[in-house]
């Protein structure tokens, strides 16, 4: 059995709430959503989780998440700076913004030597999910592609807030559950029996990228190439300096273009949570309590909480 990793993009963590400490508790014991990210994960035979994360958390983060999880499972952390550039680059004085997700995954490069998984701190994905992305990762299969990777294909319909409007990746795939396309997608806002984004309708059953993907090691090799290129760009003045960002969905995205990868989406019909906006978080705390209800979860997820 392959030894696959969790890699948790938390840099973000806590920045809506003034700190780690502030994160809002949403399960039954006081959890927040990243216990039951972590928790699934364990349950689905990750043996190791890589958190993503800011320096000025990092001694909340340990105390509070980190240490608690150690018990568990494997744990190590890496920091996303926005100096931790390549050599004969420099961080742009006027740049404030994170460089994206691309970045972070890539802060990472000297941990990972193992088929990966990458999610979101704050997001709830589901059990299906992680059992899915660990099946293909022990399995990815080969294809006339360089690359085969994976990613968890949600329906929009599972994924939407009833107090607002969402961004998500709307994803394009053939016959055979192959992406073909993901593109970002704002202000969808949920209908009676549909989403609407901008005029046009869309599906409930629409897949849809949650920034949740399974990829291989020598992944690692591309992002470090397409960041030097990404830089190169913002150098040249071809891209916003301020704000332009290195994104997973727009790294695969062009990697789909050039006929290099193979990206399978696994259908899960979980339901995603989120507390996108305040509202959101009485839904996402009845929607835990009903899943400890029915036996989904303990009422304590870990000791400690």
Not at 119 to 142: C, H, M, Q, T, W
Not at 187 to 203: C, S
Not at 236 to 251: H, M, T, W
């Amino acid at each position: 059995m392959k030894k696959i990793t969790l890699v948790v993009m938390a840099a973000g963590i806590g920045s809506r709430y003034g700190g780690v400490k502030q994160l809002e508790p949403v399960g039954t014991s006081g959890e927040i959503i990243l216990d039951y990210s972590v928790y699934d994960a364990i349950k689905a035979g990750f043996k190791k989780v890589i958190f993503i994360i800011r320096k000025d958390i990092e001694e909340d983060f340990k105390e509070i998440i980190g240490d608690r999880l150690a018990k568990y499972v494997e744990v190590e952390y890496v920091i996303q700076e926005l100096n931790d550039l390549p050599k004969g680059y420099t961080q742009p004085a006027e740049r404030t913004k994170p460089w994206g997700t691309g970045q972070a995954v890539l802060c990472c490069k000297e941990l990972i030597h193992e088929p990966f998984a990458v999610i979101n701190a704050d997001d709830y994905y589901g059990k299906e999910a992680f059992v899915r992305i660990k099946e293909f990762l022990e399995n990815p299969g080969s294809s006339d592609k360089k690359y085969n990777f994976c990613m968890a294909g949600f329906r929009l319909g599972n994924t939407l807030s009833e107090h607002g409007t969402v961004t998500r990746g709307v994803c394009k795939v053939n016959e055979k559950n192959i992406l073909i396309d993901i593109e970002e997608t704002k202000n969808i806002e949920k209908k009676k029996d549909h989403a609407e984004a901008n005029g046009f309708k869309i599906p409930f059953e629409q897949p849809v990228s949650m920034n949740m993907w399974g990829f291989t090691p020598e992944f690692m090799d591309e992002l470090e190439v397409r960041f030097q290129q990404f830089l190169e760009e913002i150098r040249a003045g071809e891209k916003d300096s301020c704000n332009s960002e290195y994104l997973l969905p727009i790294i695969i995205g062009d990697m789909i273009k050039e006929d290099i990868v193979q990206v399978s989406v696994l259908d899960t019909q979980d339901k995603w949570f989120g507390v996108t906006y305040k509202e959101d978080k009485e839904y996402v705390v009845k929607a835990f309590r009903k899943l400890v209800e029915e036996g989904a979860y303990p009422k304590q997820l870990f000791e400690g909480k």
